[in-house]
């Protein structure tokens, strides 16, 4: 597949910034990661910016997002923390990926920030080419990145992408979390699942926790990793305080 898109490519047509949401880790009451998160260049939401995204921008939209995040999170100390950054990126978007890495690995290069500490998410609702898809997840973690199935659950791939290519994470799609404390077949669910990606050696993280009740609920299954509102909203090229939701842990 030719990288043709790489080629003469003008920058995304408005400027993005960056939101950033913490992913914590409630064993060692700790930052696991942050997730950056797109935005406007005055905070507005990601649907704003989403808008400006056609198919001949996608290229250059994936890639002023993986540079733009890098950048941002250089700044808050987040290489510092010793935290995860963690990026979302377009499989669609990416025509061949040791060609398409070479911006994301510049910037990494000149912030002096370990790719061993770099996390891309993809989601599966997005449907591609399966053979695509792991000619990226491969090449990227043979370069020192870090992998993560985003809205697991929800879409495509399921339980086969699992069996042809081990990710380091998977992210459980928010619609198993809401309101799980009053729904015992996701509880069920979640249950057999964190069971299932530790038989694997892989990382699960819930998202999208709102409420105390799921929090607990969640906590007494066994999940480590947790993201939502009830912990912090994104942060507008800020980090969230950290007694913002340490406190939180104790109950």
């Given amino acids: 597949m030719k990288c043709e898109a790489c080629v003469g490519v003008n920058g995304f047509p408005i400027d993005i910034s960056m939101a950033f949401q913490p992913i914590v880790d409630i064993e060692e009451n700790t930052i696991f990661a942050h997730e950056a998160l797109v935005r406007g260049p005055k905070g507005e939401g990601a649907a704003f910016v989403f808008q400006q995204v056609s198919e001949l921008s996608r290229y250059a939209f994936d890639q002023t997002c993986r540079t733009k995040a890098i950048e941002l999170a250089s700044g808050l100390g987040i290489r510092e923390q010793g935290s995860y950054l963690s990026i979302n990126f377009l499989p669609n978007a990416v025509y061949e990926p040791k060609a398409c890495i070479k911006a994301t690995l510049s910037v990494a290069e000149?912030?002096?920030?370990?790719?061993?500490?770099?996390?891309?998410?993809?989601?599966?609702?997005?449907?591609?080419?399966?053979?695509?898809?792991?000619?990226?997840?491969?090449?990227?973690?043979?370069?020192?990145?870090?992998?993560?199935?985003?809205?697991?659950?929800?879409?495509?791939?399921?339980?086969?992408?699992?069996?042809?290519?081990?990710?380091?994470?998977?992210?459980?799609?928010?619609?198993?979390?809401?309101?799980?404390?009053?729904?015992?077949?996701?509880?069920?669910?979640?249950?057999?699942?964190?069971?299932?990606?530790?038989?694997?050696?892989?990382?699960?993280?819930?998202?999208?926790?709102?409420?105390?009740?799921?929090?607990?609920?969640?906590?007494?299954?066994?999940?480590?990793?947790?993201?939502?509102?009830?912990?912090?909203?994104?942060?507008?090229?800020?980090?969230?305080?950290?007694?913002?939701?340490?406190?939180?842990?104790d109950t």
């Fill in 110 to 249: 000149k912030y002096q920030f370990p790719l061993d500490r770099i996390v891309f998410e993809f989601t599966e609702v997005e449907q591609i080419n399966s053979d695509h898809l792991l000619n990226i997840m491969k090449t990227y973690h043979e370069i020192g990145f870090k992998i993560a199935i985003d809205d697991f659950g929800a879409g495509w791939s399921g339980l086969g992408l699992l069996g042809l290519f081990r990710p380091d994470i998977v992210k459980l799609d928010m619609g198993l979390i809401r309101n799980i404390n009053d729904n015992h077949a996701l509880r069920v669910i979640v249950k057999h699942t964190t069971a299932m990606v530790a038989d694997l050696n892989v990382s699960l993280i819930c998202e999208g926790i709102e409420t105390r009740d799921e929090f607990m609920v969640l906590r007494d299954l066994g999940v480590r990793y947790m993201q939502g509102y009830f912990f912090a909203r994104p942060c507008f090229k800020a980090l969230s305080p950290r007694e913002d939701w340490q406190d939180l842990l």
